[in-house]
Each structure stands twice: as C-alpha cells, then as structure tokens.
C-alpha cells in the first residue's frame, strides 16, 4: 500500500528543487498533488510529466488570494485537503542592515513568512471541518544559527520554526498537525539564483555547488531535495500521527557544530605543537 493513496496535497514552491522533489515523492506514493509555484513552464511541465495525479497553479504565495485560490483547486477537484506544504520561498533582501531597503524586506517576510501564515489559514479552514490534516512548513537552520542566510531570511526562518510549534498547540485539539523541517545545504536552484544564473546554466552549474558545499557537513556530502522530500513524506504520513510541534533538521550534521578535532588543531597551533600530540590527560 503506498503512503499516501488517496491523500491531497498542496505543495508551494512545487516546481523546483525541494518541493519538486517532494511532488514527485508524494506522486510516487499515491498523492493527488497541486504543485502551486509562480514559475509556469517548470510547473505546468512537471504536471503534465507527472499526468492527471497532479495539476499546477501559478500562484505568488505572497498573495492571500491566491493562496486561497490553490486550496479552492484541491477541493474543487478532488474534495479533500489532506497536506499542505508551505515550502515556497528564495534568498530575499541582503546587504548591511543601514542599507536595507524596507520594500524588499516586505517582499522577502511576504514570501517566506506571511506565505506560510496564510498557506495554514486557508488550509485550516477545510482541515477543521474534515477532523483532520497536516501542515508542513519549510524553515532552515539559517533559523536555527547564525551564518547560513541574510539576516532578513534567517530571522523568517526562525519565526516559521516557532509559528509552527505555536500553531500545533493551537490545532492540536483540531487533529492537526503541523510541524516544520529545518534543511541544511541542498543542491538547488536557490544557491544559482544568486549567481545570476537561470534555467539550463543553474542546472550546470550545481556539480560546482556541491563541490564547494560537500565537505561541510559531517556526514560528507551536501544534501539533495530527496533528503528533505523523504523528511516531508514521513510528516505526512501515519507514520508521523504522533508527531506533532516539531522543528526536524535535516542537515547532514552541520549543526553539530564544529567538530572537536578543530579545536585540538587550533590549540597545538597556537602553541607549535602537533595537533595529533594536543589532547585530553589524565590529571591536569
Ligand atoms: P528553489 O529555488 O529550487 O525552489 C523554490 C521554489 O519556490 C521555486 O520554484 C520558486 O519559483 C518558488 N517560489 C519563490 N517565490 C515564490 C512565491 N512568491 N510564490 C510561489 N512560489 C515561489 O529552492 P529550494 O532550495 O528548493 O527552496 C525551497 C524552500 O527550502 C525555501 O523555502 C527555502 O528557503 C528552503 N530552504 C532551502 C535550503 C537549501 O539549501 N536549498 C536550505 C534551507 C531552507
């Protein structure tokens, strides 16, 4: 039996990188799936590979109607909402905080945390009557820590973690789930869009990211969206019913922090000595 026969899923952000990998995840295990993204061709292509179990809608989830929009499509369609998966979202305003233009800050907290709010209002509006759903939102450890995203995303980040632990107290009563998951550094389009590189050269230029990424985490290699995908369908699962208010990183152990050896190496250096030789005795 697949995980997810029958079920109806929302998945903003669907066309590309973590939420395309969770669409064609949630396809695969027998979903029906609204792929709600503001790219077009990628989507409308990514639904017509994937055949009539999903459908697109452009959508700017920044746009309470359209938010609705997409979860009218689920139900007018096929009666249920049983996922939504508030994933959309990019790397928003950067730059020195006395240079932050404040429209773009808008731009940026619209996508990554108002889309959010209203993806779960809109749900939740056909969930409770239902007696069930789940809600998943999509953070990062940008929220967690310090130094994996402009401060604008990573302060969206932390707030969509503690929303989502907020509003699973909320809905609980409601047989609502919600929780978020935390990615670490996925090869997708997110890091070639600051280069300044689209579509066939964004593709081509991913092997280079995870060259420049894949030795960071402790587990030795950079993450991809299946990684989060397989997170994503675990939370949606029955598998999950117990599961509820949880930030779950998924990172490959960056988040660990430095590992101890580092900290050996620098104190032999600092005093000449060989880091193989500068370690905890016995004694002081
Ligand atoms: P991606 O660029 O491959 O995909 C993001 C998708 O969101 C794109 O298809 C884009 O069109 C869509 N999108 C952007 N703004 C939108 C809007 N206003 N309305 C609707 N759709 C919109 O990047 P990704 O890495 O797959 O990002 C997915 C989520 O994961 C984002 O929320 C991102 O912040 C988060 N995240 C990514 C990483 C990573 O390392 N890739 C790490 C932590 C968190």
Not at 72 to 85: E, I, T
Not at 230 to 244: F, G, I, P, R
Request: aromatic residues 6%.
């Amino acid at each position: 039996m697949s995980r997810l026969q029958d079920r109806v899923a929302i998945i903003t952000g669907g066309a590309s990188g973590i939420g395309e990998g969770t669409v064609r995840k949630y396809a695969a295990e027998g979903a029906r799936v609204v792929i709600a993204d503001l790219q077009e061709a990628r989507g409308q292509q990514l639904a017509e590979e994937l055949g009539p179990q999903t459908t697109f809608l452009q959508t700017d989830v920044s746009d309470e109607a359209q938010v609705a929009a997409a979860v009218d499509l689920a139900m007018s369609r096929w009666g249920r909402l049983d996922v939504m998966f508030n994933n959309a979202g990019f790397g928003g305003v950067s730059g020195p905080i006395e240079d932050l233009d404040m429209e773009a800050y808008d731009r940026t907290m619209g996508v990554l945390l108002r889309g959010v709010f209203t993806g779960a209002k809109h749900a939740v509006k056909v969930m409770k009557p239902a007696g069930k759903g789940v809600i998943i939102n999509t953070a990062s450890i940008a929220g967690l820590q310090s130094g994996f995203g402009p401060v604008t995303y990573s302060a969206a980040k932390a707030a969509v973690a503690h929303f989502s632990r907020c509003l699973a107290a909320e809905l609980a009563p409601f047989n609502i789930r919600v929780n978020a998951i935390c990615p670490g550094l996925v090869l997708t389009h997110i890091f070639t869009n600051p280069l300044g590189l689209q579509g066939a050269a964004a593709d081509a230029a991913l092997p280079r990211i995870d060259a420049a990424f894949s030795s960071w985490p402790p587990l030795g290699r950079s993450g991809v969206p299946e990684d989060i995908a397989n997170t994503a369908l675990w939370l949606a699962s029955d598998e999950a019913s117990y599961v509820t208010g949880q930030a779950i990183v998924v990172d490959g152990g960056i988040t660990t922090g430095p590992r101890s050896s580092e900290m050996w190496e620098r104190l032999a250096t600092s005093f000449g000595m060989d880091p193989a030789a500068a370690r905890p005795r016995p004694g002081n």
